[in-house]
């Protein structure tokens, strides 16, 4: 009797099922398309450059170029040592970063920029740049008047009282002539940080930078091979070898260069340090003294490799 009842009927419909879950894309494509069409509206404008609200004041170049308070040279102090002494030096006679061609040497060196260097030439190429690149302009870091204080402190601080052939008491009249006149500013775009592109002497600069930084490593590299070649001992060899190319490894070339004891000792007997030798710190100081003149030696062997 059971064998003759009928089946329950289907409740199942693929077509049905089909349909409904076509329709659920098609509202998913359809919310996906204006959500993204309201986004790329909303930030069509991120990142463009907004107009300046205000002005920037006016600039009164005469009066900037004719104090030279000890408040302006001492202003211009601060800004030469932040700005400009890792190319120049403290002093402004120096070289510390090994820039080739080397900068200028304000203590003997001449001027060669167009205007000359009186205090607004030497403003245009705080502002300009000069040499191609390889000495930058500040124009987009350092306002007129801090510019002009770097200006003063230059040529009476480190200029005339050692260089006084090359320092002039003012501009020439031509260059005067050429001194943008006090007028109210124009209002002009403001370019968030971020934004604003990178001027081409910086990136010669950068290019200078990194060239230096190659020669730098070879030469320690060339001196590592003829340290190498020398007797100075297998253990010392070795913990000099996988010193090879490392920026530790330029110092302490740079210190066997100079023939700096003090700095050469304190590179490779401090235990905290990344110049550390093992091998150096346990020899008595006969022997520690003949394998620095042997590192001397050979640095004078690669002094004028480039």
Not at 37 to 48: S, V
Not at 74 to 91: E, M, V
């Amino acid at each position: 009797m059971d064998a003759h009842l009928q089946d329950p009927p289907e409740r199942s419909h693929p077509l049905l099922w089909t349909a409904g879950l076509l329709v659920i894309i098609a509202i998913l494509i359809g919310w996906f398309t204006r959500w993204y069409a309201t986004g790329a509206a909303h930030g069509r404008h991120e990142g463009l450059i907004e107009l300046a609200k205000k002005a920037e004041p006016p600039v009164d170049h005469l009066k900037l170029i004719e104090d030279r308070s000890e408040g302006v040279i001492d202003r211009g102090a601060i800004l030469f040592a932040k700005n400009c002494a890792s190319c120049h030096g403290a002093q402004g006679n120096a070289n510390p970063t090994n820039l080739n061609p080397p900068p200028r040497n304000f203590h003997v060196d001449a001027f060669k920029n167009p205007k000359g260097a009186g205090v607004y030439g030497i403003y245009t190429v705080l502002t300009e740049g000069f040499a191609g690149g390889r000495m930058p302009g500040f124009s987009a870091s350092m306002p007129p008047a801090d510019r002009y204080a770097v200006a003063h402190f230059l040529r009476e601080r480190l200029v005339k009282p050692n260089n006084p052939a090359n320092y002039l008491d003012k501009d020439s009249d031509e260059t005067l002539a050429s001194v943008p006149k006090m007028t109210d500013a124009v209002a002009g775009p403001v370019i968030h940080p971020k934004s604003r592109p990178i001027p081409p002497e910086v990136w010669a600069l950068m290019r200078a930078e990194s060239d230096n930084a190659g020669r730098a490593v070879a030469n320690a590299d060339a001196w590592l091979d003829r340290v190498l070649a020398a007797n100075i001992g297998r253990a010392v060899a070795a913990d000099l070898r996988r010193l090879r190319g490392s920026g530790t490894l330029i110092r302490l070339h740079q210190a066997a260069s100079a023939k700096d004891d003090e700095g050469f000792r304190a590179l490779t007997l401090d235990a905290n340090g990344t110049g550390f030798l093992p091998s150096l710190a346990t020899l008595p100081e006969s022997a520690l003294k003949n394998v620095f003149a042997k590192l001397s030696t050979a640095a004078a062997g690669t002094a004028g490799v480039h």
